[in-house]
């Protein structure tokens, strides 16, 4: 079958036409990753876990639908849910990240006809929502339809990356059926690799926010400018046989060739060759997706980064000089030198598998694009400009961490957005992803670290760690710290086992509270707010930047030590999630502590209706806010307060006491003043209200 592979432009065409290539688009996308779990002998097998730092396949069966109901509650495109629990359970886990928590008895998940049918019921609302969305041409980040197309390259990238789950599952639970091509220019002999020179030249990224052509991911906007030397290049991506070398001396036991991250994972996994390669009476076969074939010499490795890097040092000893995987801007260089994207390549599920290194030519190469992705020794870093988009400000802000790493080019099964040149995706080092290279000659210079300190650049989260972590103004005292302190007189009287800081921003009031709880946990909407608390508990200091002056800035540092807070880290953890959407498992809490929320989520009711319940008996629930509701966060007709209704001024407080009398006593309420710096002779003051409110005893 021939796949629609290329992304929608959305820069031409009438608003009908372009709602019948989105319908077509999605309908395609949504079919092909039900289609891939068609491989699965029995459908009990969802529930295997291929991969344990990974959730079961069944979550990955759900997970890209529910995405499409959570991005569009939050876009306020919608304001329903079909089903809370499971757009809670499928919603976030995908990348390993240390907040996750992927503990199998913290779910209950639901059967494969169950999520079948939540599946369908997505599908039928999101269609709806092609056909009569009113939008405008040409369609941006601003438009309703973003979101659906974020949707749908959302699941594009699940295809993927669920195809490489399944191949990493035992083969007994895969039938052999050929649902999709397989290439079979299958050979026990490999090209003679050799490198070839690449001529020096400009590599220019720019992709502009209000007419971006194509769909992107928040790393591929604004602009990048590199100028590259000449350098040379392998002729084709390293092959099952010339990788097969290094591993017949040795090269998985000479510890030397690995970093020391590499040897962690070495360690870890006992590897003595490619995870895909399986060994039968001293000979090696290749597990492809649903089947065993013997070894093709011919086709790439399929490996991750520290086997490459290793291989790279191996063959550097071999040549006398070194060789290295390329970065980012010389694999730009190249696909510019040969203009790759203009060649026949193995790329949108033209095979279901791999093909000859020596297949696709491209200029003096091969496979510049397609076949397998190609890994870089570039960290994903953001380009100048970087803003995340509202709706998903976690896409890649959590891989701002040197243990990723950039990959490009796409492989065989990559669709729509990962096959354009301006793809930026990025995996953890140990990850595999349908992924080889090829190696470089080059005295280029390059990047090897995001950052010789943590640092964040992002604007926004340095003005929230300077409200967090920084000076006190205007003999206003710290607004996170401050809190934990006025409330500490009415913590006397509770239990002080467990704590939620809901709505935790960067954290300060998290680890605050970990000075009188016996653990808390702070969540956060933004994976790019709760990432500030994870490095401060990994890291000794975290350096930001404080906007002076127009774009002058004080770079500022900040650790737990200087806080007096190094002592209670390991009592906190931070965790992402929806207040709207929290999971199940977060309840039993002695205090929810919940600091300038309400007035900024999306659907604030369900959030009462909700959270109070988590709550122990004679426990707290504690809100502060300025009620400051603004249509930007919440649309009108959600706010608690802040609007005249049957002639009478409608509260925040009023509608809070309506809610919770019945559950809760009212404690106290509390003014607590807050100082935000824009920038050195511009300052928010702003007076938030802590309401504290005690559960009643059940009768």
Not at 5 to 33: A, H, P
Not at 102 to 122: C, G, H, I, M
Not at 309 to 333: N, T
Not at 510 to 516: I, Q
Request: hydrophobic share 35%; glycine share 4%; charged share 30%.
């Amino acid at each position: 079958m021939n796949y629609i592979k290329d992304t929608i432009n959305l820069s031409v065409g009438t608003v009908e036409e372009k709602r019948e290539e989105i319908k077509k688009y999605f309908l395609q996308t949504y079919e092909l990753d039900e289609k891939l779990f068609e491989l699965l002998e029995k459908k009990d097998y969802l529930y295997e876990q291929p991969n344990r730092l990974r959730h079961p396949l069944i979550f990955y069966y759900g997970h890209t639908a529910t995405f499409f109901m959570n991005k569009l509650n939050v876009a306020n495109i919608i304001n329903k849910r079909i089903n809370k629990s499971y757009e809670s359970i499928f919603a976030i886990g995908v990348d390993e990240m240390s907040w996750d928590d992927l503990n199998s008895e913290n779910y209950t998940w639901p059967s494969f006809e169950q999520t079948k049918a939540y599946r369908d019921e997505v599908k039928e609302i999101i269609l709806d929502l092609i056909e009569n969305l009113e939008f405008t041409m040409p369609i941006n980040w601003e438009s309703p339809l973003w979101i659906i197309l974020m949707g749908i390259e959302h699941e594009n990238i699940h295809i993927e990356t669920s195809s490489v789950l399944l191949r990493e599952l035992d083969i007994s639970y895969l039938n052999q059926d050929e649902i999709f091509e397989y290439n079979n220019e299958t050979s026990n002999e490999y090209p003679q690799n050799e490198l070839v020179e690449v001529k020096g030249g400009e590599v220019i990224l720019e992709k502009d926010y209000n007419e971006p052509v194509f769909y992107g991911w928040d790393n591929e906007f604004s602009f990048h400018k590199a100028k590259i030397k000449d350098f040379k290049a392998s002729k084709y991506l390293v092959s099952n046989g010339e990788f097969l070398e290094f591993v017949k001396e040795g090269g998985y036991s000479k510890l030397h060739y690995f970093t020391k991250d590499g040897l962690k994972w070495l360690d870890f996994s006992k590897a003595k060759y490619p995870t895909f390669w399986v060994k039968k009476d001293e000979e090696f076969y290749l597990r492809e997706i649903n089947r065993i074939i013997p070894l093709p010499l011919n086709y790439p490795v399929d490996i991750n980064v520290y086997e490459a890097e290793a291989f790279c040092k191996y063959k550097s000893e071999k040549l006398g000089f070194e060789v290295r995987l390329p970065s980012e801007d010389e694999y730009y260089r190249l696909n510019d030198y040969v203009n790759a994207q203009e060649c026949e390549a193995n790329i949108g599920l033209k095979y279901f598998n791999q093909t000859p290194v020596d297949k696709y030519k491209m200029g003096d190469f091969y496979d510049v694009v397609g076949n397998v992705w190609q890994w870089s020794i570039t960290p994903t870093y953001p380009f100048d400009g970087f803003k995340t988009h509202p709706a998903y400000d976690d896409f890649t802000t959590p891989t701002f961490d040197d243990r990723h790493a950039l990959m490009k080019g796409g492989s065989f099964i990559s669709l729509g957005n990962e096959i354009l040149r301006s793809a930026r995706y990025a995996f953890r080092k140990h990850f595999f992803q349908h992924a080889g290279f090829r190696y470089v000659k080059s005295d280029n210079e390059y990047r090897t670290k995001l950052n010789d300190n943590v640092y964040e650049t992002d604007e926004q989260i340095s003005q929230y760690c300077e409200f967090h972590y920084g000076e006190e103004f205007y003999n206003v005292k710290n607004f996170p710290k401050n809190s934990v302190e006025v409330l500490k007189p009415y913590l006397k009287d509770i239990n002080t086992n467990k704590a939620l800081d809901l709505g935790c921003s960067v954290g300060r009031s998290t680890f605050e509270l970990g000075k009188v709880f016996d653990e808390v946990l702070g969540i956060d909407f933004s994976a790019n707010f709760i990432n500030v608390g994870v490095k401060l508990k990994k890291y000794d200091s975290l350096t930001y930047k404080v906007a002076t002056e127009g774009d002058l800035f004080d770079e500022k540092t900040v650790s737990l030590a200087d806080l007096d807070l190094e002592q209670i880290k390991d009592k906190v953890e931070f965790m992402q999630g929806d207040a709207c959407n929290l999971k199940d498992i977060y309840t039993g809490y002695d205090l929810i502590f919940c600091s300038n929320l309400i007035d900024r989520l999306y659907y604030p009711q369900k959030f009462l209706d909700d959270i109070p319940n988590r709550v122990n008996e004679n426990g707290l629930l504690v809100l502060l806010s300025p009620y400051t509701w603004l249509e930007e966060y919440t649309p009108k007709q959600n706010w608690l307060g802040g609007f005249i209704r049957d002639n009478k001024e409608v509260k925040t407080l009023d509608t809070l006491k309506q809610n919770l009398e019945d559950r809760y006593e009212l404690v106290d309420t509390i003014d607590v003043p807050f100082v935000i710096k824009e920038t050195n002779r511009k300052f928010q003051h702003s007076i938030s209200q802590m309401s504290i409110w005690k559960r009643k005893a059940t009768k």
